[in-house]
């Protein structure tokens, strides 16, 4: 523990002493309000600031575990826990069911289809009638018992609000922080890089979701209990703005700004007291000036926590040296009447450099999609070692051994050289190996020195490398990259080249798309000429270089252009 | 009448006469009510009628009206409860006609030991056995019993239809509505919910057409009468329709032409417009020049009720425990009529029916109901 | 059930939904945000009418027959000016950073419209302009007024995206911001355009309301909702997708609250969006993806 957290837990002590000796009614009623706003809006940001999805149906999940809480306490004689339980279970079982259809919509279309689910929860809430009580809604909620002990409101219930708040506040530091946290900030910044090092997004969105409900069911069942009624106002579409607007105040991911948020929430209302009928007005220009003051929240405002380089340096360990081969077999893809790719097979294996060239539109860049899986083939085959991939996803294939680089470096800018790499290991492995793993990583591509830079204050060719070493990270057997030398100079191309080769003579296979023939030529064992979706030569780069056909239809070309560059 | 007079002559002359607590304490009564959301015109009309009550508190009785706006959740208005019990307990407070909202502050009031007086309808509010809230309208079950009488004995409703709002307020006179109409040998044939947000009326017009009734009665907040009246009136329906309480505000009439109100009725506790006495003039008037609006019974309701918790003060009852028990236990004359607990907290007894000639904006009282419930 | 009241219902609705719909889409291809106060606006442009309305009754003495044909200008342009205010507030100092700021951003305008109405002008609601007086053109006659203005419009809108420089110069701006500075476009001013057209629309959609729906501070979510939904069936982005989605919620909604009920006509709604975006989730007329929300 460090003396910054030492002293700043001292404070919040002190303040929560000072503050529990000389509260009210009033106030301790406030700061549970605060502390149940706390929750939800904890869960609000495994959504919003962790998955990144602009979900609008919060509220409705928090109305969703009062309204169960209401029912249960007040017409089956429930308990106040084992109310909150089933509350949870049934906005959890809601919001996994909800996920399936909607999670993969995109963000407005996501945000619709959360507002509908919403309303639809609302409009039940004031005409079933039968069994919510309708606009009335249910009263009467008896406080909460816990342990067959009573929760009174005043400071019983401050104290239980804030103690749940703390159990949230864990629940979300682990599942959002760390590697984990990493991963997250990889899928939901630059999803295709997330695809190509073996993250499932779909999964990593579906807890995180079906989580954020559940935190806002506990809200909601607690709210219950704080207020004694449960009416349609905790489905209404005023609760989800509310939530929305603490979790932008307070910040997006850090669980201090959702307790920022939810304090502020409650109490700056209360503040504004004064203006009278304007004191609303005086609220949404407070809230504008914060969204422009404090693009990240409040919370913002304290600097962020990198995940600090735990492998001090060593010799790089020797990558794979497992035998590994990637083959495709009449590989076929058409955009509408276009050709991309037109019955390509090929075969890549270990310790080899293979070249992909030729002219744009030749079906480079679509045959690195589909080798590695972000577009699927209309035919064809994809067999890695003889196992056949066709029609599983990117990051399955990733985890089979397959990594990539792009060709615009796909980075979370606020990341570190150390963090871009740890983020690419899974989370099966412990955290001595991970650290070997990113080390060894960062050793191959000449990174070593760089743990603790910030990924936006890197060179062009520090981010190529970084692509790279971000996909040794996941210990492939067999390596794709996309234009490496493309804006680098002859000398950084030239270093590039020694660093590949020694990739390759450590035993993996690589495939490289490149248009630098100066870069290409004297790496490649092998290459591939493409044309029209279609093979036209292939065999070593020598031989390439000298094929008319190759020189008709793209090295001719290259050379007229690298003479015109030239002048 | 003339208990309460005595009663209020008695106050006088205590508060001349003897220099009890009241008249050296300055006591703060907190007015927690919607000025903000979609309940704001009523809760508006709640303030001002609460305010305007205070303000003319008997001169050596310094009271002074704290307000607080509830908005539109039982949450904010638990905030405002506790934060007005938070200083000194106050003698009573006048607390939000939106019947949720109520519910929830009702069992804090009650440990807290202050007196509610509301002007909510909601039936709920004096069925819990609170001994706390004090109803300075009449429910649904004294304005229901009005509206629905007069359908069937002076609109000769034998096929009434009904269309009431999906809020506390519309579900819960619906509720007692369809009883009483059922009971009275002429049953509702068509019934739509409508959600406050609804501004196109022709479907629910189409199949109350449709479905042959006779007589349209109302249950609707403001805004959604006025539309509904402006949109049969063009549909060329000719069935009376008798309103809910928000069709007597004079806000209500003023969104349509006097034409279109022709052969339209509406229940209310009062009118204070229509009214023709000295005293109700004087309140018009001063009402409109502090506010810049024409008052409606939820502000005369509310004047009411805190014009007899003053009365209260000058009898002696300054503390929150005396003042429940001294609402609970005497009548008192208000403006808009005779006030006095049922028992459970229901104090007003009497509604009225106002009509409009075709040429007027400003209703004429039709029928008044005098205690309707039997409890007054 | 459903005879000439319920179609020029459903047209009254369509058109209302439209103009609120049209403005939301054009900010949105123009900044890339949704505008959460869109619906708001609908609701200033009808108290804008109101007063401009009262203003004009007090100050001549001619009985007017078409109040609201008269104001329509001055609501116009009283919106086009509160349209540029509107984006140096809310859209100016967030340009640079993701829509979700912007988005944001309008939440906050539309809390302060709401609570500024709610405050100014008070919680009852209050009567717009006819568009021409019932006497000329029967019960109808402002029913049908308003949806042959929108028409208009919707056709003048076209006119001025597909026909001038200047609309063609606002759809580059829209499509390639970077590209149509390259080419000498003054891209702000475009955006500023944009914004001062979108709520000069939504003002209009609230003169054209005030009178037949009346207005009312808590008015503009529902409109707000329902061009978020014209705007998500109809293709994110398009203009006349936009008209369509519009149109097709309002007969919907009229046609299933004339045959069923007015409760299950919203809540089915919106279970047919839902179902919609499960087997279509780029829209029901989408094509193209669209930008970040």
New interface residues.
């Given amino acids: 523990m460090t003396r910054q957290t030492l002293i700043g837990g001292g404070v919040v002590s002190a303040l929560a002493v000072l503050f529990m000796a000389n509260a009210?009614?009033?106030?301790m009623?406030?700061m549970s309000?605060a502390g149940i706003y706390t929750i939800a809006v904890l869960g609000y940001q495994m959504a919003l600031g962790h998955a990144g999805v602009?979900s609008l149906a919060q509220g409705a999940f928090f109305g969703v575990g009062a309204y169960v809480t209401g029912i249960l306490t007040t017409q089956h004689n429930l308990d106040g826990a084992a109310a909150m339980l089933a509350a949870m279970l049934v906005a959890a079982v809601l919001a996994a069911l909800v996920a399936i259809?909607?999670l993969?919509?995109?963000?407005?279309?996501f945000?619709?289809?959360t507002?509908?689910?919403a309303?639809?929860v609302h409009?039940?809430a004031?005409?079933w009638?039968t069994v919510t009580g309708?606009?009335?809604?249910i009263?009467?909620v008896p406080p909460l018992v816990l342990f067959s002990i009573e929760i009174a409101s005043g400071w019983p219930l401050l104290v239980t609000v804030w103690s749940a708040v703390a159990l949230a506040a864990g629940l979300v530091f682990w599942r959002t922080s760390g590697r984990r946290g990493l991963r997250l900030d990889l899928a939901r910044e630059t999803p295709l890089a997330a695809d190509v090092v073996g993250i499932n997004r779909r999964r990593q969105r579906f807890e995180l979701f079906v989580l954020s409900a559940i935190l806002a069911a506990v809200a909601g069942s607690f709210?219950a209990h704080a207020?004694?009624?449960v009416?349609p106002?905790?489905t209404?579409?005023?609760?989800m703005?509310t939530i929305?607007?603490a979790t932008?105040v307070g910040g997006q991911q850090r669980i201090l700004g959702a307790v920022i948020g939810g304090i502020l929430v409650i109490h700056l209302?209360?503040w504004f007291?004064a203006f009278?009928?304007?004191?609303?007005?005086a609220?949404?220009?407070a809230?504008?000036l914060v969204?422009?003051v404090a693009?990240k929240g409040i919370a913002g405002f304290w600097p962020r926590r990198h995940l600090q380089e735990t492998h001090a340096a060593q010799p790089p360990p020797a990558l794979c040296c497992r035998q590994a081969s990637l083959h495709c077999a009449n590989l076929r893809k058409h955009f509408g009447g276009v050709k991309a790719v037109d019955g390509i097979t090929a075969r890549f294996t270990t310790g080899q450099i293979t070249g992909v060239i030729g002219p744009n539109g030749s079906g480079k860049s679509t045959l690195l999609n589909l080798l590695t899986g972000l577009i699927r083939a209309d035919g064809g085959t994809i067999t890695l070692d003889h196992k056949e991939v066709t029609s599983l996803s990117a990051d399955t294939r990733a985890r089979a051994g397959l990594a990539r680089a792009f060709q615009h470096p796909d980075l979370v800018r606020e990341h570190r050289v150390w963090e871009a790499v740890m983020a690419a290991i899974p989370l099966s492995k412990d955290s001595v190996q991970a650290a070997k793993d990113a080390a060894a990583a960062c050793a191959h591509v000449d990174l070593q020195g760089q743990a603790a830079t910030l990924v936006e204050h890197l060179s062009p060719e520090g981010l190529r490398r970084l692509e790279i070493a971000r996909a040794l990270a996941t210990v492939p057997d067999i390596l794709l990259l996309d234009e490496p030398a493309a804006g680098l100079t002859a000398a950084e191309q030239d270093r590039l080249a020694v660093t590949v080769r020694r990739l390759a003579d450590d035993g993996l296979a690589i495939i490289v798309v490149e248009h630098g023939m100066r870069f290409l030529l004297p790496l490649a064992d092998t290459i591939i000429c493409l044309d029209q979706g279609q093979v036209i030569a292939t065999g070593p780069a020598a031989e390439i270089a000298e094929n008319p056909e190759v020189i008709d239809c793209y090295l001719g070309r290259f050379e007229e252009a690298a003479k015109e560059a030239g002048k | 009448m003339k208990f309460s007079y005595g009663l209020s002559m008695t106050a006088l002359a205590m508060m001349v006469f003897n220099t009890s607590p009241a008249a050296s304490q300055n006591y703060e009564i907190p007015v927690l009510v919607p000025i903000t959301g979609f309940l704001s015109l009523e809760g508006t009309a709640q303030r001002n009628g609460a305010v305007m009550a205070l303000s003319e508190a008997a001169d050596g009785i310094k009271v002074s009206a704290q307000v607080a706006d509830t908005s539109t959740s039982p949450e904010v208005a638990v905030n405002a409860l506790s934060r007005a019990l938070s200083d000194e307990k106050p003698l009573a407070v006048a607390a939000s006609m939106f019947g949720t909202q109520m519910l929830a502050m009702m069992p804090i009031a009650a440990r807290a030991g202050v007196p509610l007086l509301t002007v909510s309808g909601t039936a709920k509010l004096t069925e819990l056995g609170n001994p706390f809230v004090f109803r300075f309208f009449p429910g649904d079950r004294v304005v229901k019993k009005a509206q629905a009488d007069y359908a069937v004995t002076v609109l000769n409703a034998k096929r009434p239809a009904l269309i009431y709002q999906t809020t506390a307020y519309g579900q819960s006179g619906r509720a007692v509505l369809k009883d009483i109409l059922a009971a009275m040998g002429a049953p509702l044939v068509f019934e739509e919910a409508l959600s406050p947000k609804v501004k196109d009326m022709v479907p629910a017009l189409s199949r109350l057409k449709a479905a042959g009734a006779d007589v349209i009665l109302l249950h609707l907040h403001s805004g959604p009468s006025a539309l509904v009246v402006r949109q049969a009136k063009a549909m060329g329906l000719q069935q009376p329709i008798l309103g809910g309480s928000a069709l007597h505000q004079p806000t209500t009439a003023a969104l349509l032409q006097p034409a279109e109100l022709a052969n339209v009725c509406a229940e209310s506790a009062a009118s204070p417009i229509s009214e023709t006495s000295a005293a109700f003039k004087r309140f018009t008037k001063t009402y409109q020049e502090t506010f810049g609006s024409a008052p409606d019974a939820f502000a005369l309701g509310q004047y009411d009720g805190m014009s007899m918790m003053l009365t209260g003060l000058a009898a002696g009852a300054d503390t929150a425990t005396k003042m429940r028990a001294w609402l609970a236990n005497n009548r008192y004359q208000g403006l808009a009529m005779s006030y006095v607990s049922d028992g459970k907290g229901n104090m007003a007894h009497d509604a009225v029916i106002i009509c409009y000639d075709g040429q007027s904006l400003v209703p004429a009282i039709s029928r008044r109901y005098q205690n309707v419930d039997g409890k007054g | 059930m459903i005879g000439s009241e319920t179609l020029i219902a459903a047209g009254g609705l369509g058109a209302a939904y439209a103009l609120a719909a049209l403005g939301f889409v054009l900010i949105i291809n123009a900044v890339g945000a949704v505008n959460f106060a869109q619906g708001d606006f609908v609701m200033a442009g009808g108290y804008v009418a109101v007063v401009a309305a009262s203003w004009l009754s007090q100050n001549t003495d001619v009985a007017v027959i078409a109040p609201g044909l008269v104001i329509l200008p001055l609501v116009l342009l009283a919106m086009a000016v509160i349209g540029l205010g509107f984006s140096a507030l809310a859209y100016l100092p967030l340009r640079r950073r993701p829509p979700m700021a912007v988005f944001i951003s309008t939440i906050a305008i539309g809390i302060m419209l709401r609570q500024s109405a709610n405050a100014f002008f008070g919680a009852a609601p209050q009567a717009g302009p006819v568009m021409v007086a019932p006497g000329l053109a029967g019960n109808n006659g402002h029913q049908l007024a308003m949806i042959a203005a929108a028409l208009v419009v919707i056709a003048a809108l076209h006119g001025l995206l597909n026909g001038t420089q200047f609309g063609r110069h606002l759809r580059a701006s829209a499509q390639d911001p970077q590209m149509a500075a390259a080419v000498g476009i003054p891209v702000t001013r475009m955006i500023l355009a944009t914004f001062a057209l979108a709520i000069a629309l939504a003002g209009l959609a609230g003169l054209l309301l005030s009178h037949q729906y009346l207005v009312q501070p808590d008015d503009g979510t529902t409109y707000m909702l329902k061009a978020y939904i014209a705007v998500t069936l109809g293709g994110w982005g398009r203009i006349n997708g936009a008209v369509a989605g519009a149109l097709a919620i309002a007969v919907f909604e009229t046609v299933v609250a004339t045959l069923v009920s007015q409760v299950l006509a919203e809540m089915l709604l919106y279970v047919l969006v839902l179902a919609v975006l499960w087997v279509r989730p780029q829209g029901l007329f989408g094509k193209i993806e669209g930008r970040r929300a």
Avoid at chain 1, 236 to 239: E, G, H, K, Q, S
């Fill in positions: 009210g009614g009033y106030e009623r406030l309000l602009l259809p909607v993969r919509l995109k963000t407005h279309y945000a619709l289809a507002l509908a689910i309303e639809v409009l039940l004031v005409n009638t309708g606009a009335n809604g009263y009467g709210q207020i004694g009624v009416s106002a905790v209404d579409f005023a609760l703005v929305l607007v932008l209302p209360e007291r009278d009928v304007f004191y609303l007005i609220y949404g220009a809230l504008l969204i422009i693009p």
